[in-house]
């Protein structure tokens, strides 16, 4: 008997000083404004065979992702295409005002389907945008809260088109579902942001909004007021070398300096 004791406290013994297995790591989840997707799906694969910490992506309209997490959705990151609405979170203090920073930039474009005889459109002071969509319409985002629909209603009544535009506006609910209208073919023409359009090859840039007619795209980024302890190494991944060169290549122009990931 007193054997099997000293058998049972030997093998108690040693359990307690063999190695144990690594904690799994915590997966992070992004909430992601939709023009965000394809670069930032290749760089969260990046980021994870680097650091072997999970992500997970949830992408729609900026407001529609806000207001998901002032109302609890346990999101680690929000990335917006906007200020608006970071700073929507900012004023409920659901994010950490010291991890918010400017990421990156973007620009406003008309696009129209890839084999569209519309092509080289002067985009400019009262240029005839109605004329354009001819009996068609015009996809944009929702004008009232989507950052790609705010910038495109700034940018045609800056340039004095917004009356004719407007009747003829097809709304959508993200910048990803108004790419689609046009390439679809279910409207002639529509207005997207510059990455957007590279990504959809059944669809070509016709004209360039021209700076100053909107504010600028501006994608901020935030941990989140519950983010996770590893939300801190993401943060800094996206700022660092690796990601600007996935976002370089999806054409979003970096506003941070980086640093070698």
Request: positive net charge; aromatic residues 8%; glycine residues 6%.
């Amino acid at each position: 008997m007193f054997k099997s004791i000293s058998l049972v406290v030997g093998l108690l013994a040693f359990a307690a000083a063999a190695p144990q297995p690594a904690q799994a790591q915590e997966t992070l989840t992004v909430f992601a404004a939709a023009s965000m997707k394809n670069a930032l799906d290749d760089t969260n694969v990046a980021f994870t065979q680097a650091t072997g910490i999970k992500v997970t992506a949830s992408y729609a309209a900026s407001s529609a992702l806000a207001k998901q997490i002032e109302s609890g959705a346990p999101a680690d990151v929000f990335i917006s295409a906007d200020l608006k609405w970071m700073d929507y979170l900012a004023g409920k203090k659901l994010i950490k005002a010291d991890s918010r920073t400017n990421l990156l930039g973007n620009k406003l474009v008309l696009i129209a389907g890839k084999d569209s005889k519309i092509a080289d459109v002067k985009i400019g002071p009262g240029f005839d945008i109605a004329k354009l969509a001819g009996n068609g319409r015009i996809a944009v985002a929702d004008v009232k809260a989507v950052p790609a629909g705010l910038y495109a209603k700034a940018a045609l009544e800056k340039l004095g088109v917004w009356t004719a535009a407007e009747p003829k506006l097809a709304q959508a609910e993200n910048v990803r579902a108004t790419l689609a209208f046009v390439a679809r073919g279910e409207t002639p023409i529509g207005i997207v942001y510059e990455t957007d359009a590279k990504i959809e090859p059944k669809v070509k840039i016709v004209g360039t909004f021209p700076d100053g007619s909107y504010p600028p795209v501006t994608y901020p980024i935030a941990a989140t007021a519950n983010a996770k302890t590893d939300t801190a190494k993401y943060l800094t991944f996206l700022r660092g070398a690796a990601a600007k060169a996935i976002f370089e290549k999806y054409g979003f122009s970096v506003l941070v300096s980086t640093k070698a990931s």
